[in-house]
């Protein structure tokens, strides 16, 4: 039986994934990724893009936070 919270947390995780689509600056504050998703909190956000980092998403944290991008894929290869 599957875990109906994963496939909410699988949803919001495309929907974070088209915020970046969506948007016209490269990078995005954890912040703007958030406002973005309705209906959760900025922790929720952050917990899934930390989840994320490494996968399909790239992160680091500076000193005002964490900010984020969708690395570009290699054509070359």
């Not at 209906?39 to 929720?44: A, D, G, K, L, R």
């Not at 399909?56 to 005002?64: A, F, L, Q, V």
């Amino acid at each position: 039986m599957s875990d109906p919270r994963e496939k909410v947390r699988k949803i919001r995780q495309q929907e974070i994934l088209e915020a970046f689509q969506e948007s016209s600056e490269p990078v995005l504050a954890t912040s703007e990724v958030s406002e973005r998703i309705d209906s959760v909190t900025q922790e929720t956000v952050l917990g899934d893009l930390k989840t994320m980092r490494g996968n399909r998403i790239s992160g680091k944290k500076t000193k005002h936070g964490w900010i984020w991008w969708v690395p570009i894929e290699n054509s070359d290869d």
